[in-house]
């Protein structure tokens, strides 16, 4: 600071923050603590490779949170295909009616369909599913184009 900026800031009642270990400060900027103009090139390396870690930290976490969701999306995936599988071969139906079956009990009850496929494949039936909120009156009415000849 030159002597004229000095007096500014000094004028203007402007304060500089006072460190209260002067070589963690020094550390901080990446200079050296002895003469303060020089980088040291051991703290800065520090504060890079820390830098790096918490990063690097940081990534694995976010890798791992995304393991942990596409296991889960393939366990369901698996049960979704099992229970339509099981309606296409209790009912007669084609892949994309039986998944339009799910699908239709999952909203019908408020559930998501992974839930409906899991409950299907665990014994259940698409009929059986325990609804979270108002039950639905009756059976799952099926679309037109899907229902069997000479049913109503």
Known sequence: ???????????????RAVPAD??????DRGKSPGDGSKPDPRSVADVLDAF??????AELDRAH?????LEV???SNRDIGTAIGIVMTQDGLTKEQAFDRLRAA????HRKLRDIGADVVNGGSLLQSPPRGPAPSGPIPR???QRRPGAS
């Open 1 to 15: 600071m030159t002597s004229s900026q000095h007096q500014d800031s000094e004028a203007s009642g402007a304060r």
């Open 106 to 109: 999952s909203q019908a009850t």
């Open 143 to 145: 679309p037109p184009s």
């Open 65 to 69: 949170e995304q393991i942990a969701h």
């Open 52 to 57: 790096t870690h918490a990063r690097l930290l």
């Open 22 to 27: 002067p070589a963690a400060a020094a550390v």
């Open 73 to 75: 999306a393939v366990e």
